[in-house]
């Protein structure tokens, strides 16, 4: 992409409008019109001149498209921190943040609304409708042996009593009260003890800063409304040192997991995975990729630190 590609794909104002809101996040035409107030011919006609001067990319996970920040124009990636500053200065600016919130806030919403109707069955359907192969051993042999295991998504609380078994102290975080309710039934059925469980959002996690040494997302990730805001908040609450331990499915096609599991991502790509972490201030960063059996998606296991 040229210099001259670039400064034309940036000369409009609703342009520069769809570059500064998905500088916040991953977007479909779908929400990009409700954010903007814009027709959806006119949101499209004006993503192709961004994705083709290479400003922008698409990412088509099943039916839908999602639109981000691009990295392929060097001339972009040069002036971009420049660029995100004066950004500020457009008159749109607080009415597109706003609506940014409110579609990410929606994305939240539907998907606690689903954990709460279905935390008493959620084990069953997960296992039936998107089966996995085996993968929580390896993801347990890389817990540490002593200090603060933070997990996340802790949902039916399945993982916990083996967490507890390796840590000095567990703590589980979920945004669905019904999950941590099952959670705690599962804990006094077990007569496992010593687990802390608080009610809470992935992006908005009920911990200080660099209080934990360990944090296990174990298979939440795809659920969440902005995976990277999710990785800097883990970023954020651990201690030096620490080790982020992510289990999640690879790229998959299963369009129903959407519907049926509240699914808002189908997977990730390892790259996409690692660009995110990096942008997070992880350093250290090792992905292992399980293949499942046939009918099964292959998992990929993330250690970052």
């Known amino acids: 992409m040229n210099l001259l590609d670039t400064l034309k794909a940036l000369a409009d104002p609703s342009r520069l409008r769809l570059v500064a809101v998905l500088l916040h996040g991953e977007f479909t035409v779908q929400e990009l019109t409700r954010i903007l107030a814009m027709g959806q011919s006119r949101i499209s006609r004006h993503l192709k001149i961004l994705t083709e001067a290479g400003v922008l990319t698409v990412k088509h996970q099943g039916t839908w498209s999602y639109y981000r920040v691009g990295e392929s124009s060097r001339f972009f990636n040069a002036i971009r921190p420049a660029f995100e ?11 597109d943040l706003s609506a940014v919130a409110e579609v990410l806030e929606d994305r939240r919403r539907r998907s606690q609304e689903f954990f709460d109707r ?12 998107l089966p996995v ?37 567990v703590i589980g975080v979920d945004h669905s009260p019904a999950m941590l309710e099952e959670a705690r039934r599962r804990l006094a059925h077990d007569g496992t003890g010593g687990i802390e469980l ?3 959002e992935m992006t ?8 934990v040494g360990c944090v296990v997302a174990n298979m939440v990730l795809h659920h969440a409304a902005n995976p990277a805001a999710v990785l800097a908040e883990i970023r954020r609450v651990l201690a030096p ?10 790229r ?13 991502w189908l997977g990730f790509e390892e790259a996409e995975l690692g660009s995110w972490l990096t942008q997070s201030g992880f350093a250290h960063i090792r992905c292992e990729r399980i293949e499942g059996a046939p009918g099964q998606e292959a998992v990929l296991l993330v250690r970052a630190s």
Request: charged share 30%; proline share 5%; no cysteine.
């Open 85 to 95: 500053v004066e950004l500020n200065g457009l008159p749109e600016r607080g009415r």
């Open 252 to 264: 998959h096609e299963r369009e129903a997991a959407r519907e049926q599991l509240a699914d808002q």
């Open 241 to 250: 040192g620490g080790v982020l331990l992510l289990a999640d499915l690879a």
């Open 204 to 211: 908005h996690l009920p911990l200080s800063d660099a209080s």
């Open 133 to 169: 192969p085996e993968y929580r051993r390896h993801l347990l042999e890389l817990v540490p042996d002593d200090g603060t295991v933070l997990e996340i998504g802790t949902g039916t609380g399945g993982l916990l009593p083996e967490l507890a078994a390796r840590a000095a102290r």
């Open 118 to 129: 279905h935390a008493r069955q959620w084990d069953d359907l997960a296992g039936t409708l």
């Open 198 to 200: 608080r009610l809470g």
